[in-house]
């Protein structure tokens, strides 16, 4: 089967979409696929040179673009990832939509199925013009979803929305889980203590760990500013440990925040590194600190990296408050993952 994934960025963009479309295309790929990855944004010899080994091309956000693209010789399938901020800066694929209308007309025969990993969002969350944009938002997002053969949500929140707001047939839809986007490292107790040496960590320092790009690591810092202060108060928490980013530079608001004397001495940021020593991080942490909202923490591959750990989550409320997760159910892997879509896909 020859399947296209279009994703608003291509690897090595640092993004959730870009990690998923990378390690469910290499899964796919593994199970006999032939995968290309259509970018709205980044750039195919940065892909390949990234290690991605299938097919990689740009696609310019038209409609005949696309189409372009798609024609000659067309795949079997169109998988869309679809973050409505991943085609649009208002959240409203709009183009997406049109383009995906005109495919469906021109390719009656390729299948094309929907990843959902965002939806619209609700009027409160947009400010001034929330009203106008929700409605907005909720209009081309729904014009995408029910464009599809077949649509995969990464969360139950987001399957009930496809169903209650865009009137997706239930059996059209189906949840497709998150898989960790860095791997999973055993952690003995041997290895743990060298991996915190490295990290310039002693075996006594109870670390709470931030992870993903500059402005996740921010999120997370201010999220979780008023519970880290408490724990490191009472020594719960001894050493508070940012990691990645999208280049080596420390932004001005982190060089502001590790000059602060309440965290001089108490938090570093160590920049991009890599997925090896990531995973290694991640198990030598005591904590994981997850910005994304409670209510939708399963949507980010930050908490599954922690999960799959076996390491504390602290994932944000309202205000200043926090929740405490110790969640041990198994985080699928990717291989188990692309074999599921696989069969979904040939059914």
């Known amino acids: ?11 090595p963009i640092a993004c959730g979409l870009a990690d998923h479309s990378r390690l469910l295309g290499a899964a796919l790929m593994d199970c006999a696929h032939e995968v290309t990855l259509i970018g709205k944004n980044g750039s195919p010899r940065a892909a390949f040179a990234s290690g991605w080994r299938g097919g990689a091309t740009l696609w310019n956000g038209s409609s005949p673009g696309l189409l372009d693209l798609l024609g000659g010789d067309p795949p079997d ?28 007309t021109e390719f009656a025969r390729m299948q094309l199925a929907i990843c959902v990993h965002e939806t619209h969002c609700d009027a409160w969350q947009l400010g001034l013009k929330g009203l106008l944009l929700s409605w907005w938002q909720k209009h081309t997002v729904g014009a995408v979803v029910r464009s599809a053969d077949i ?23 189906q949840i497709l889980p998150l898989g960790a986007s860095f791997p999973f490292m055993e952690a003995t107790p041997a290895l743990r203590q060298m991996w915190r040496a490295n990290l310039g960590l002693a075996a006594s320092d109870k670390v709470a760990l931030a992870l993903g790009r500059w402005d996740t690591q921010r ?15 009472r020594g719960e928490v001894t050493q508070v440990v940012a990691l990645g980013g999208e280049s080596p530079d420390l932004p001005r608001w982190a060089k502001e925040w590790v ?10 940021f160590l920049g991009p ?16 600190l997850v910005p ?14 922690f999960q799959q750990a076996d390491v504390t989550i602290w994932v944000c409320e309202e205000g200043s408050t926090h ?20 069969d979904r896909l040939q059914q």
């Open 323 to 342: 929740r405490v997760l110790k969640d041990q159910r198994a985080v699928p892997t990717w291989p188990e993952l692309g074999g599921w879509v696989s």
């Open 219 to 233: 999120s997370a810092l201010e999220r979780f500013e008023a519970p880290l202060a408490k724990a490191l108060m």
């Open 151 to 173: 649509v995969f949500a990464t969360i139950p929140t987001w399957r009930d929305r496809c169903i209650e707001c865009y009137g997706i047939d239930p059996v059209r839809i």
């Open 273 to 288: 590194q890599t997925a090896e020593r990531v995973a290694e991080s991640v198990a030598a942490a005591d904590i994981g």
């Open 292 to 305: 994304t909202p409670f209510h939708l923490w399963e949507k980010s591959t930050v908490a599954k990296a």
């Open 259 to 268: 000059s602060r004397p309440e965290w001089v001495g108490r938090l570093r």
């Open 1 to 11: 089967m020859r399947l296209a994934i279009l994703t608003p960025n291509l690897p």
């Open 77 to 104: 399938c169109l998988f869309v990832q679809l973050s409505g901020y991943g085609y649009s800066r208002w959240g409203a694929p709009l183009e997406l939509a049109k383009a995906l209308r005109k495919v469906g």
